[in-house]
């Protein structure tokens, strides 16, 4: 939940909803920081009782990488990613940086952001 | 450092230039997503839902940049239709902030995402896009037109144009830096 908003807003659903599905069992990731913009790295780690679908994400994480771009690249949907990485990250073979949900209140980080960006 | 994302959103009515910024400012070609909805009060819980015509996708696309070894900015469109709100949600939390695109000839399709964001207190600049050179509207006709703060930067670009698009993020993450809280009030 955003900080500064109470939910009681009557643009909030629009009529849609996220659709969940289920994988392994579950309907949602676990680990509910996961955002479309974490990003993931892979384990060293023997894959071999992976299923395919699993060793697919794991192929696109040997660098550092985002579940947005998982999704883009696999033409998997972002419901669909997340539960599959919560599981992976669960079961030690990928590795994850920060949210990018909490609301960014680092100056320090802030800073470094403009600083990129002014160096375009 | 622990490798770390941050998000920007660009946001604005249909056909306003965001999928445009986005390109001209990512170090990759835009990339694509999808996220699937269904109708809200449909339960659907199964992979075998996912064929029922209860459920649609919602495309969103979205670049990159890398802004140091271990920050990637990551820069996301908002979905052209307004009933994804849903979307916007997940796309604005823990947001640097966002971007506005407004397009002069229809001023009122930015409207929807002006007050989304005033109402969630999330810094936003309004980006004026330069579509037909001349601009008919001043600034003040626009922030009135757009009931935009007075403390809401407004700036003037060319979504098509690298430094146009890069400066109008610098104006954002200036703007979201200005309203941290003073080091004494954390
Ligand atoms: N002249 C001019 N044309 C622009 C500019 N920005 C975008 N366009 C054009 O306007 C059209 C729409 O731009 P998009 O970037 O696709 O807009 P969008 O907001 O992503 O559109 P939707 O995702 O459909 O809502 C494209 O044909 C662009 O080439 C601009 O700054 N100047
Ligand atoms: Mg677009």
Avoid at chain 1, 4 to 33: C, H, K, M, Q
Avoid at chain 1, 38 to 59: C, G, H, K
Avoid at chain 2, 16 to 27: A, D, H, I, P, Y
Avoid at chain 2, 68 to 74: E, G, H, T, W
């Amino acid at each position: 939940m955003i900080d500064g908003w109470d939910g009681d807003d009557e643009t909030a659903t629009g009529g849609f909803l996220p659709l969940y599905i289920l994988v392994n069992g579950r309907t949602t990731p676990r680990n509910s920081s996961l955002d479309l913009a974490t990003q993931v790295i892979a384990i060293a780690a023997d894959v071999r009782r992976l299923e395919p679908e699993y060793l697919q994400i794991l192929d696109r994480c040997k660098d550092w990488i985002s579940i947005a771009e998982i999704g883009a690249y696999l033409h998997t949907p972002l419901t669909i990613v997340k539960v599959m990485v919560d599981v992976l990250l669960e079961q030690g073979y990928l590795d994850s940086g920060s949210p990018a949900q909490q609301k960014v209140i680092d100056p320090g980080l802030l800073g470094a952001v403009l600083a990129g960006l002014e160096r375009l | 450092m622990k490798r770390t994302s941050v998000k920007i959103v660009v946001a604005g009515g249909f056909g306003t230039g965001k999928t445009t910024l986005v390109g001209s400012v990512s170090e990759i070609a835009p990339l694509t997503t999808e996220e699937l909805l269904t109708e809200a009060g449909v339960g659907v819980d199964d992979v075998t839902g996912v064929e029922s015509k209860t459920t649609t996708t919602v495309a969103l696309d979205f670049g990159r940049i890398t802004i140091s070894p271990d920050v990637v900015l990551y820069l996301f469109g908002t979905p052209g239709q307004d009933r994804f709100w849903f979307m916007w949600d997940e796309l604005a939390q823990g947001a640097i902030g966002a971007i506005v695109l407004v397009d002069t000839r229809r001023l009122d399709t930015s409207f929807a995402a002006v007050d989304y964001f005033e109402r969630r207190r999330i810094p936003f600049v309004a980006a004026v896009n330069r579509f037909f050179g001349e601009c008919p509207y001043t600034e003040d006709e626009i922030r009135g037109a757009l009931e935009l703060g007075a403390d809401v930067p407004l700036v003037w670009l060319d979504a098509r144009d690298r430094s146009s698009s890069k400066a109008a993020l610098v104006a954002l993450v200036r703007h979201a830096m200005s309203r941290l809280p003073l080091p004494s009030a954390l």
